[in-house]
């Protein structure tokens, strides 16, 4: 993969729903900011949504850049964002990723449930080349209401890039989890990294 390729799929995990949204929404009562969390060893913390991530060894925070990339510190929040190697440098294959952002419910107007977040994100991946492979579906994580979809983006000589998006609603917010890798299994590995309500074992 080269550099305008990777360059790509970070620009995929900057862009949310909201971002691309221009109309002005009615008024709402405005959520509790959710605290940003932090990462101790390599696991990140949320005490606001009560989650934990068990990062990937020796990966990449991108946090702070992407928190000044938001469209709207007010009502979107990266809170965690995580890759293999630096966006910008060169290097084979995908550049794999995690992002955890929290939007508020309020920029979707009409939003009830967490599946419905997929209508629009579908419109932005889409946009950038990605293809839903399902349909929404229940993905508890810990007992928690999450939805998940997944997408693929294909790429010469058999490559590809899979993402898939979890999505949660709580405290006033969509919270929306976003894994990206070079196959299904690497996916699969990155969300179970993510856990709710107890202490997530530090990998060796």
Do not use: C
């Amino acid at each position: 993969m080269n550099r305008a390729t990777t360059a790509l799929a970070f620009a995929v995990l900057l862009t949310s729903p909201f971002a691309a949204q221009t109309a002005q929404l009615p008024s709402a009562p405005k959520a509790a900011a959710p605290e940003p969390g932090e990462i101790a060893g390599n696991i990140y913390r949320n005490n606001s949504f009560g989650f934990s991530y068990r990062l990937p060894y020796g990966w990449v925070d991108r946090t702070p850049e992407m928190r000044e990339a938001a469209t709207d510190p007010a009502k979107e929040t990266v809170l965690l964002g995580v890759f293999e190697r630096p966006p910008e440098a060169n290097g084979e294959g995908v550049n794999s990723g995690v992002v955890i952002a929290a939007e508020t419910v309020a920029a979707y107007p009409g939003l009830k449930s967490a599946a419905q977040y997929f209508g629009p994100l579908g419109e932005i991946t889409t946009a950038k080349g990605l293809t839903a492979t399902n349909e929404p579906y229940e993905f508890p994580v810990d007992a928690k209401p999450i939805v998940r979809r997944d997408f693929i983006k294909k790429f010469g000589g058999g490559a590809s890039m899979h993402q898939s998006t979890l999505a949660w609603l709580a405290r006033g917010y969509v919270v929306s989890f976003t894994f990206i890798g070079s196959s299904d299994d690497e996916v699969l590995q990155l969300v179970e990294g993510l856990t709710f309500g107890k202490k997530p074992a530090a990998r060796k």
